[in-house]
């Protein structure tokens, strides 16, 4: 583990995509990660994880309609939605036995966008305890996170739960290597609230037969005040 503070990821290590699907695979250990053949091999780049922070929005004045906020009891997310990039799908539960026996996190589909259950409170709602993981595929063909490198400063997006509609805003996204994915506070700490959508990084003129050594994390937080007006 990476200390009470933190979110416990499981193994939360490296993600290794498969080559020509950009598949990924979290490793189920808490010790440091024994980087495979390829990641050896091509995991090389030294630079600094790029970020880019959005710029805080100037709020509307409350008004009486809006004065109450809405409070929406902390559940499972079912729907996930990031309209500035078009996407909109169904969300479903990765387990600790799903990751024991597909050695990590690898959704079923393309079009799948996978919950770590695993996370301590982990669910969505305004009374949330810790951050809700959200994985994808990205690939070279359709798949359901190949946008997130091209979600905008400040977009908005909505989690469904059976309680009802949370709104979260991009705060920042991260574009950083495999390697150091485990060991960044921001991504691992336990923070109330908080969306952490994660995918390997495929720009658009990568080679197709190679394996990604990156990932694009995109992190959000809940906003009150959207999720009480509607987003």
Not at 34 to 42: G, I, Y
Not at 58 to 75: G, Q
Not at 146 to 171: H, I, M, W
Request: charged letters at 15%; one cysteine or more; aromatic letters at 6%.
């Amino acid at each position: 583990m990476l200390g009470t503070k933190r979110a416990a990821l499981i193994g939360a290590s490296a993600l290794l995509c498969v080559m020509s699907v950009g598949w990924f695979l979290m490793p189920p250990t808490d010790s440091a990660p024994t980087p495979t053949a390829t990641a050896t091999a091509t995991a090389t780049a030294t630079e600094s994880p790029k970020i880019h922070r959005a710029v805080p929005a100037t709020p509307a004045p409350p008004t009486a309609a809006s004065s109450k906020e809405v409070t929406i009891a902390a559940s499972a997310p079912l729907r996930l939605r990031v309209p500035s990039i078009g996407l909109d799908g169904a969300i479903s539960e990765y387990t600790q036995a799903m990751i024991e026996e597909r050695g990590g996190f690898d959704p079923s589909e393309l079009t799948t966008i996978s919950w770590d259950t695993t996370i301590s409170g982990g669910t969505a709602g305004t009374d949330s305890t810790n951050t809700v993981y959200l994985y994808g595929h990205s690939a070279v063909e359709s798949a359901v996170f190949n946008s997130l490198k091209d979600v905008p400063s400040g977009a908005v997006a909505s989690v469904d739960t059976a309680n009802g509609r949370l709104c979260y805003v991009e705060q920042k996204a991260l574009q950083l290597n495999k390697s150091e994915y485990k060991y960044n506070d921001e991504l691992t700490d336990a923070i109330p609230n908080r969306l952490v959508l994660v995918s390997c990084y495929r720009p658009s003129d990568y080679n197709p037969d190679a394996a990604t050594v990156q990932n694009i994390v995109v992190v959000m937080q809940l906003d009150q005040a959207q999720t009480t007006s509607g987003c």
